[in-house]
């Protein structure tokens, strides 16, 4: 460290910043520091000492890595992960937003005679810290540039997320790790699920609602940016394709659109029309057609008693419906079927999950899996350790949970 002083490096600095601190009153502000500094050792507790500066903040911290650059996405992975599985479920709820940046610093000492940081690498992170949404981590192009060279694991973990001016009328391109919006549809999800065991009736019905439009709707985004990114990421043959599947779906959902509106209204149903009036007599009493008597089958239908009080005519349909009920048939169907199971995912600081040897996303964010019944192997990967290696037996509708922490 002391030799290092007053000279200019380049490092990773990672920038965190508590939303709304300000606003809080002083125990609520004593109490948000409290859990952040705790999250926070625990994120960087892996890094020696002599390879990382701590600058306090007051609403946050910002923290200079001096050694290997994966420290800085290490720590913000498991800081994330411990927003997720803990400071959403606190009061007052933590939200962090995150920002890391590759550039060059200047080690100092401050007025205490303690090392310092200062330079473009710790005001950019700071910038890049701004444009994140609660609880997001975003990191600058020089920093993405450098630490999705290491690894293809590390490179798919990042989204482009575009270009953004600072107050400075500086430019910034920013990569997300994740999507935005992820932490705070589980914070209000929380929120929600507590609303509703404190209502009842017609309000608790609505809260639920609530909570499953705000579900589809996150899912709906989610599954938007995820195909705007792969998109993007893809050769050029692959989007033509991908633009022609995505045509042909358009002009068939819009000529069955068509087909619906014009569809040919069907024909009425046959009905038989059985008469309520006396038959008249026939001509020639004598015929022995007319004259014989009828057999009980060809005898004619009886007439009813409204027939001499001159009632109309009756509609009777030629032929009913038989079988069970539609709303029968369906629920039949679905207690049979059953739904898939769930496997609930908590993995520290990170991981790469497969189900059978596909890969089905990195955790966090991928916290939730459905999965068809049957025995699936699940495998967890992270670069730095093991695999971690477990076989689930999944039952219709089941909730399976698997916890790991790479150490």
């Known amino acids: 460290m002391e030799q290092r002083n007053n000279k200019t490096i380049i490092c990773s600095v990672f920038f965190l910043d508590i939303v709304e601190y300000s606003k809080k009153s002083v125990a609520g502000q004593i109490s948000l520091k409290e859990r952040f500094n705790a999250f926070l050792s625990i994120a960087i507790r892996d890094v020696p000492v002599s390879d990382r500066i701590i600058l306090d903040t007051g609403d946050g911290a910002a923290i200079s890595f001096l050694g290997d650059i994966e420290d800085a996405l290490k720590a913000a992975l498991s800081m994330r992960s411990s927003l997720l599985g803990e400071g959403v479920r606190m009061e007052p709820t933590l939200l962090v937003r995150m920002g890391v940046n590759l550039g060059p610093v200047r080690l100092v000492k401050d007025i205490n005679g303690q090392p310092n940081i200062v330079g473009d690498g710790i005001n950019v992170a700071q910038r890049v810290m701004g444009f994140a949404d609660p609880g997001q ?16 694991e590390y490179a798919g973990m990042f989204h482009y997320q575009g270009s953004r001016t600072d107050k400075h009328v500086r430019e910034h391109e920013v990569y997300a790790i994740g999507y935005p919006g992820d932490f705070t549809s589980t914070q209000r999800s929380f929120a ?61 959902m819009i ?7 014009h569809r040919v209204e069907p ?115 992270n670069s730095s350790f093991p695999v971690y290696i477990e076989v689930v037996k999944a039952k219709p509708g089941a909730k399976i949970k698997i916890q790991h922490s790479f150490k």
């Open 192 to 252: 929600l699920k507590e609303a509703i065991g404190n209502t009842a009736g017609m309000e608790r019905a609505f809260a639920t609602v609530k909570i499953y439009w705000d579900d589809f709707i996150k899912n709906a985004a989610l599954l938007e940016r995820r195909t705007i990114d792969l998109f993007q990421k893809a050769p050029q043959s692959q989007q033509l394709a991908f633009v022609g599947v995505t045509a042909v779906l358009l002009i068939s």
């Open 137 to 152: 981590i975003l990191v600058s192009r020089s920093y993405y540039d450098a630490v999705s060279r290491l690894s293809q």
């Open 255 to 261: 000529w069955g659109i068509y087909k619906l509106a």
């Open 267 to 381: 024909k009425p149903t046959k009905q038989v029309v059985v008469a309520t009036q006396p038959l008249p007599a026939p001509a020639n009493p004598r015929s022995s057609v007319l004259s014989a008597p009828a057999s009980p089958r060809s005898s004619a239908l009886p007439i009813p008693a409204s027939a001499i009080a001159g009632a109309p005519a009756v509609v009777v349909p030629e032929k009913k419906i038989q079988g069970v009920k539609q709303s029968d048939r369906v629920r039949t169907l679905a207690e049979t079927t059953g739904g898939p199971a769930v496997l609930n995912l908590s993995v520290q600081p990170w991981g790469e999950v497969y189900m059978d040897g596909k890969l089905q996303g990195v955790s966090p964010p991928l916290l939730e899996l459905q999965v068809v019944s049957g025995t699936h192997k699940v495998e967890i990967r």
